[in-house]
């Protein structure tokens, strides 16, 4: 519920009626704004009198506000179901992309914040920051590169950089393609899901079309009885974006050229230099140390999977057909029986106890009593109250929009937090996978007011069927608690400046947060809270399940039962290894291809050919190589958006911040997960202040001691 000292939020949330024109001229409007100011600075300050006060603090207001436009502007492009307004989105990203690179490398800004810099006045702690980072930035853009023909070639990357990142993005995000197959190919996929596919006509007369959509696409790969189908399925999933191809190559090249030309071996030495772990030396051993220690477990994994696909295909009269050989596409398929028959987890009967209708809100109320939050749905005629044009339609970007206001709890002062916006059923163009977005970041106006962020997740939930609500599988639970986790990193920020806010922080850090609330994913008296069997929510619904049960089926309890949550939770780490072996693939590719001997050897890469080795190398996973193809048989970089869109050199972090989550988790939650006092600490200690302080200082506070990998490598079972 809202305090009732609180019944309209202070602050409007912003608006998404933007078009084709006024998107692009909205961002141009502000780029204009932003060089006008700095063109004043550098006018009016000389460098003896240069300070934090007369250089940095104005443009950190002046960013700040920008922020209110910008990452709405940029967002249209994941979301909007109009095609002019996202080619206007993109142009619109292109443009401050450019005009990113252009500011970054002014030489008259350069040389103030330069002065100010090393003048090293007193400043409260996140100004510091402020004034440190800054500086850094310049450099890492080039500026401490003598004027002339390295410093303008420099540039030229960047902007060429800005433009083939945008390109690589918007390829993903218009993907279209899929895979017509007969009804009989797909035997095994639900088949609610399989009537909704497109129906074929022509050609495809009497098919269906899978496309590459995640609701659609790995139910398939782990149900589909037939081999054949999930090797086609796969293997043109990972062909699905050959138009990447030469854009990823181009930017791992340019890139490496960067880094050479600022004096760095690499581009990982550039990345990671302000990272936690600090060089690719400390990433590289602990990749390593991780890829040898989960090896052992992978083949022992693997072999048991192999046993169980050669009784399967025995028990169907293929004893034929096995060939010793346990493919990428079988993985799925036979993870999902052994779940089934060695531990009696059932992932689609356990969908049915996680309505989204349901589970959502309890989601939400986890939150309010673990951090001390309010969440308020505004929906019909209150959303026009709040609008700042008076159209309720205008603050959302489609009617599938839920719009939460986010309140303090009484006892953290019923003071106003934040918006909290949820778009989460797939449509055509939309981004595909789950993330979180910020749409404007919290900070101090200029005139000492609070401003409020606003945060979206985009997700892509299976929708209502006729018969049935939305249901999420457990891993969709747990993404869905993870990525809420994000918004809530982003609502409760309480920084001085946007740069800072929320999940600004460092990239290996920055998933720990939510990382650590998975567990609460896995924990009976949570599983038990959020569960509730879709038939016990309306008649109808109850008559839609009596149609699907058997006669004499009883009706499911209203909640999971206590043997299904002890199942499941046993079941957590099966097939661990070849789980954390994948993601290894990755960390380990993405910090390969950002760290060649020589630039003549990223020159002469085949990426596909690498990316494929590698992971074949790692995983043992058995692919068309094994069949006498060439390790050039997929392009699955081409699908790679993290090691092009911001997590390059940076994808190991996804394993390094689990090393933190673990340890926050069992060193304080483990034993009493509501514990909301405990909660209170951890909102206030490292969630509220995003990345105004050292990551790692967050965590001595938080657990007061320096973190430890015991809990880490206890958890996958290694210690």
């Known amino acids: 519920m809202a305090p009732q000292a609180y019944p309209k939020p202070p602050q409007a949330p912003p608006l998404f009626n933007g078009d084709a024109k006024s998107i692009v001229k909205d961002m141009e409007d502000m780029i204009a704004k932003s060089k006008g100011l700095m063109d004043q600075i550098a006018r009016e300050v000389k460098e003896q009198d240069a300070s934090f006060e007369n250089v940095l603090l104005p443009m950190a207001h002046q960013d700040n506000e920008d922020g209110l436009t910008q990452e709405v502007l940029v967002f249209y492009q994941a979301v909007s179901e109009d095609q002019t307004v996202r080619d206007a989105s993109t142009e619109a990203q292109k443009l401050i992309k450019d005009f990113s690179v252009e500011a970054s490398m002014r030489e008259d800004i350069f040389r103030l914040v330069k002065a100010a810099?090393?003048?090293?006045?007193?400043?409260?702690?996140?100004?510091?920051?402020?004034?440190?980072?800054?500086?850094?930035?310049?450099?890492?853009?080039?500026?401490?590169?003598?004027?002339?023909?390295?410093?303008?070639?420099?540039?030229?990357?960047?902007?060429?950089?800005?433009?083939?990142?945008?390109?690589?993005?918007?390829?993903?995000?218009?993907?279209?393609?899929?895979v017509w197959f007969?009804?009989?190919?797909?035997?095994?996929?639900?088949?609610?899901?399989?009537?909704?596919?497109?129906?074929?006509?022509?050609?495809?007369?009497?098919?269906?079309?899978?496309?590459?959509?995640?609701?659609?696409?790995?139910?398939?790969?782990?149900?589909?009885?037939?081999?054949?189908?999930?090797?086609?399925?796969?293997?043109?999933?990972?062909?699905?974006?050959?138009?990447?191809?030469?854009i990823f190559k181009e930017v791992v090249a340019l890139r490496d050229e960067a880094a050479r030309i600022l004096g760095f071996p690499n581009h990982a030495a550039v990345k990671i230099e302000n990272k936690m772990a600090k060089t690719p030396k400390t990433v590289n051993e602990f990749l390593g140390d991780l890829r040898q220690k989960l090896t052992r477990g992978g083949e022992s994994e693997r072999k048991v999977l192999t046993e169980m696909k050669k009784h399967d295909l025995q028990s169907h009269g293929a004893r034929d057909e096995f060939d010793g050989h346990y493919f990428l596409w079988d993985h799925q398929y036979y993870n999902r029986m052994m779940l089934e028959k060695d531990y009696s987890v059932d992932h689609e009967k356990l969908s049915e106890y996680f309505p989204l209708s349901s589970c959502l809100p309890k989601m939400l109320q986890i939150f309010e009593k673990l951090l001390g939050l309010?969440?308020?749905?505004?929906?019909?005629?209150?959303?026009?109250?709040?609008?700042?044009?008076?159209?309720?339609?205008?603050?959302?970007?489609?009617?599938?929009?839920?719009?939460?206001?986010?309140?303090?709890?009484?006892?953290?002062?019923?003071?106003?937090?934040?918006?909290?916006?949820?778009?989460?059923?797939?449509?055509?163009?939309?981004?595909?996978?789950?993330?979180?977005?910020?749409?404007?970041?919290?900070?101090?106006?200029?005139?000492?007011?609070?401003?409020?962020?606003?945060?979206?997740?985009?997700?892509?939930?299976?929708?209502?069927?006729?018969?049935?609500?939305?249901?999420?599988?457990?891993?969709?639970?747990?993404?869905?608690?993870?990525?809420?986790?994000?918004?809530?990193?982003?609502?409760?920020?309480?920084?001085?400046?946007?740069?800072?806010?929320?999940?600004?922080?460092?990239?290996?850090?920055?998933?720990?947060?939510?990382q650590m609330l998975e567990n609460w994913c896995w924990t009976p008296h949570q599983l038990k809270y959020l569960s509730h069997h879709y038939s016990s929510l309306s008649p109808e619904y109850e008559a839609a399940w009596r149609e699907s049960a058997s006669e004499d089926a009883e009706k499911p309890e209203e909640t999971l039962p206590d043997d299904l949550i002890d199942k499941l939770v046993k079941s957590k780490h099966v097939n661990d290894a070849l789980f954390n072996l994948r993601q290894l693939h990755f960390g380990i590719f993405d910090m390969t291809i950002y760290q060649p001997k020589n630039h003549e050897e990223v020159e002469n890469w085949k990426f596909d050919e690498l990316y494929n080795k590698l992971g074949w190398e790692i995983q043992h996973l058995d692919t068309p190589v094994q069949l006498g193809q060439g390790y050039d048989w997929g392009n699955g970089h081409t699908t790679f958006a993290h090691v092009i869109s911001g997590y390059d050199a940076g994808y190991y972090g996804y394993l390094y911040s689990q090393v933190y989550s673990a340890d926050m988790f069992h060193t304080v939650f483990a034993k009493d997960p509501m514990n909301s006092a405990e909660g209170r600490r951890y909102r206030h200690t490292v969630l509220e202040k995003g990345g105004s302080k050292d990551a790692m200082d967050l965590l001595r506070d938080f657990l007061g001691r320096e973190p430890s990998t015991e809990a880490f490598y206890r958890e996958l079972g290694l210690q």
């Open 117 to 178: 810099y090393e003048k090293k006045s007193e400043l409260d702690l996140e100004s510091s920051k402020l004034l440190e980072e800054s500086y850094k930035d310049y450099i890492r853009k080039g500026m401490a590169l003598p004027a002339g023909p390295q410093r303008d070639r420099f540039k030229e990357i960047q902007l060429k950089l800005g433009k083939l990142e945008t390109d690589f993005e918007r390829n993903l995000a218009e993907e279209k393609g899929g």
């Open 182 to 246: 007969d009804p009989k190919e797909v035997e095994g996929v639900p088949q609610d899901l399989v009537s909704s596919w497109e129906k074929g006509e022509g050609e495809n007369q009497g098919k269906v079309k899978m496309n590459f959509q995640y609701p659609n696409y790995f139910p398939t790969l782990k149900n589909a009885i037939n081999a054949d189908t999930r090797k086609r399925a796969y293997i043109e999933n990972t062909n699905k974006m050959m138009n990447n191809k030469p």
């Open 374 to 514: 309010a969440f308020v749905e505004i929906i019909g005629e209150d959303r026009a109250v709040i609008s700042p044009d008076g159209d309720g339609d205008h603050i959302v970007w489609h009617h599938d929009c839920h719009l939460f206001s986010v309140w303090d709890s009484e006892d953290q002062g019923s003071s106003f937090v934040g918006y909290l916006y949820l778009d989460l059923h797939p449509r055509p163009d939309k981004y595909k996978h789950a993330a979180n977005f910020n749409l404007q970041p919290g900070f101090i106006s200029r005139d000492g007011t609070r401003h409020y962020p606003a945060t979206a997740l985009v997700c892509n939930f299976s929708p209502p069927t006729k018969s049935k609500p939305s249901l999420l599988k457990h891993d969709e639970v747990v993404t869905l608690f993870h990525e809420l986790g994000h918004a809530i990193h982003d609502l409760v920020g309480r920084t001085k400046f946007s740069r800072f806010h929320g999940t600004n922080v460092v990239r290996d850090f920055v998933e720990a947060p939510s």
